[in-house]
């Protein structure tokens, strides 16, 4: 039997991008964690990971060998109108996150583990969890190395520990590209069923850092908050990538009918 699939996409300067709403992208996890199989992952892309996999060869082949890419960034979401597409909103590693764990809580019977980040954020996490979602099981929580690569029995150790217990969803928040590059070259060896790499999620949900709130996130501005927070860290992706994005996306516009 073929399944149906709850999502579309379109192409987003070669990348495919999930166009479809935020409703119908958790529907299409949930269906997956319901049939099983080899585990599936997503990745959450911006205009900064999309320039940065041009010339990281293995994040572009992290972020192409995903099940499915969503529109994380609101360059993404402008970038869509630009080019004549259907994206009409952002859906961030914050949403599905929540959403995930806000239906299968309610099912009593999925098991979660939390991959990266520190002793401290992944303690607070586990606090969060057992009062948010009581009904999903931390199986685990792991705070690997602080490092850009790791070693063969650094690496095998972060394997073992995660399989040793066997949960449904295993949480990653090691920060992009290091984390989306980690999840494709392990993929296989995950006894999983879905991958989340997430990022700033496991600080914003520890509560070590705020995330803007309602009106920033609804008005495509989240970047602007978490710039003039944290301005040492973030001013390269907003005054270099995000440019260089956007003018190759309407480069793209102007001469691809030529």
């Not at 300067?13 to 099983?36: A, M, Q, T, W, Y």
């Not at 192409?64 to 080019?83: K, M, Y």
């Not at 602080?146 to 029995?153: C, S, Y």
């Amino acid at each position: 039997m073929i399944r149906k699939y709850s999502i579309s996409f379109e192409n987003i300067l070669s990348f495919r991008v999930v166009n479809s709403s935020i409703s119908n992208c958790i529907e299409e996890i949930l269906s997956r964690l319901k049939h099983g199989g080899d585990p599936f992952y997503f990745v959450c892309a911006n205009p900064h990971s999309i320039e940065v996999a041009r010339k990281d060869s293995l994040f572009r082949k992290a972020i192409e060998n995903a099940d499915f890419v969503v529109p994380d960034g609101i360059g993404i979401v402008l970038a869509s109108h630009v080019l004549g597409g259907k994206i009409r909103q952002r859906i961030t590693g914050s949403d599905i996150f929540w959403e995930v764990n806000k239906i299968l809580n309610k099912q009593h019977k999925y098991s979660c583990f939390f991959l990266g980040a520190t002793e401290n954020t992944l303690l607070k996490i586990r606090e969060r969890m057992s009062i948010d979602f009581p009904n999903i099981k931390v199986v685990g929580m792991f705070s690997p190395p602080f490092k850009e690569v790791f070693t063969h029995e650094e690496n095998y150790s972060m394997l073992e520990v995660v399989n040793r217990t066997n949960p449904d969803i295993l949480w990653v928040g090691m920060t992009a590209p290091k984390q989306e590059k980690w999840v494709y070259m392990n993929r296989d060896a995950l006894d999983v069923k879905l991958i989340g790499p997430v990022g700033a999620v496991f600080d914003f949900y520890a509560g070590i850092v705020k995330r803007p709130g309602p009106w920033f996130q609804e008005h495509g501005l989240e970047w602007f908050s978490r710039l003039l927070r944290q301005p040492h860290r973030l001013w390269r992706r907003n005054f270099f990538s995000n440019p260089k994005f956007l003018l190759r996306v309407v480069h793209y516009r102007l001469t691809r009918n030529l």
